[in-house]
């Protein structure tokens, strides 16, 4: 099992339809199932305590609130309330303009070198896959800006001084290459 | 769009990386091709993995309290992220003028929304008055033509009840031999049969003597509706069989045959033959 999806996956459809009928149990049931991979996401995104637990309560809030608009075509509950809480914490690194889970990219002018680095997972963490295997540094570096950053492309081609063309490709190849392994990870 | 293109907006659209333009005609796309929306759900999905590289964080317990006390409560409401912000009275004042604004408008959205609900309410109510008048003509043209059955069934019980039973034919018809009176022939055979019901009867003779050249052979009726015998005309000596009428409605209780000057009598004189129905 996944480390830290654990059990989010067993959240279906119905437990979301309940929800949209006004049942509180149920929620509470998608809140226990959900909240440790969103609050992980949110420390990820947005490092502060403090601005993860109000992302939360927003996220929360809105999947009670909107649960009735929630469409199993477009995805599982999860996949929903992931895309929700990302959406949330860009917007809200990009209202207070902060860039709090990376590290500013600087070049070392002596050596030419990159010094930016992507935040590592936590050493505890029993991860044994790896869902961006076979891919290069520079491309994980880009899913990684794109993803948990919530940086458009020309904001990655800029930062990494790369034209967007280059940008495109690499996040598309990266995609890609996620859409292959999950089959053999379970979300 | 462009298959190809389709798969590479989705997989950045996942992403979070398209923008402007882009993102917009992508959206556009989105919102009318379900094969690319199913495109962008896989990646989105494809995406989760990268979850798979974060440590395992556990929120603090008064979050949930946090979230549902919110759920339950009121509707949740979004905050910003933490940052200062010291009201002045231009604030205010702005504040207060988008208040009322606010008021202004949402009164105005309300007004119209329950005159269109009132308008859509009287419309589904006149239409289902309609209907209900419709409903009510038909129930009672169902009962005008229950009654119509309901009559017709007494009417045809009571002229069942009021018929009566069939007759049998053969019940009015009764046979019955007639007896020579002195000495005859003594093969001869005379049996007569008479319908009450029709007045009408048959004669068979068998070998019955030839009568003297003057003489004829005459049938009568005796009958308690007439004083005297009542003619029922001549049997000439070659008939073996004679059919005979009454001459008006009457009791037939005897036939008698006597033997009368050539043309018959008005009263019998010799009488040959009597037999008793």
Known sequence: ?187 | MSPEQSEEYAALYALGGLEGAEKRAFEQELSKNAVTAAMVAEFEKASSLLLTTLPKLTPPPSLKSRVLQGVQDKPVVVAEPTKKFELSPTWIAWGVAAAVAIFCIVQMASKTHLTNANTRLAEESKSLQVRIAGLQAERERMETRMNTLESERKSIDSRMASMEPPKDPLKSIQSFRLAPQGPVQPDTEVIATWDSERQEGVLNLARLPIPPPDRSYQLWIITPDSPQPVDAGLIVSETARLEFKAPFPLKLTALAISLEPKGGSPAPTTVVYVGKL
Do not use: C
Request: proline letters at 5%; glycine letters at 6%.
């Open chain 1, 1 to 187: 099992m996944n480390p830290i999806l654990g059990h989010s996956d067993t959240i279906g459809p119905e437990v979301v339809r309940r929800i949209a009928g006004g049942d509180v149990a149920a929620f509470e049931q998608l809140y226990d199932a959900f909240s440790g991979v969103l609050y992980s996401l949110g420390v990820r995104m947005l490092e502060r305590k403090e601005d993860v637990e109000e992302l939360l309560v927003e996220v929360f809030g809105k999947i009670w609130k909107e649960a009735e608009r929630y469409d199993p075509r477009r995805g599982s509950p999860l996949a929903w309330a992931i895309a929700m809480t990302r959406q949330s914490a860009i917007e809200r690194i990009r209202k207070i303009n902060r860039r709090l889970h990376v590290k500013k990219v600087e070049r070392d002018e002596a050596t030419g070198e990159r010094a930016f680095t992507v935040k590592e997972p936590d050493k505890n963490a029993p991860l044994k896959q790896d869902p961006l295997k076979g891919l290069p540094e520079d491309v994980r570096e880009i899913i990684d800006l794109a993803y948990f950053g919530g940086l458009l492309q020309s904001q990655i081609a800029e930062r990494l001084a790369l034209p967007l063309t280059t940008v495109k490709s690499r996040m598309h190849r990266a995609m890609m290459q996620l859409r292959q392994n999950l089959r053999d990870f379970t979300i």
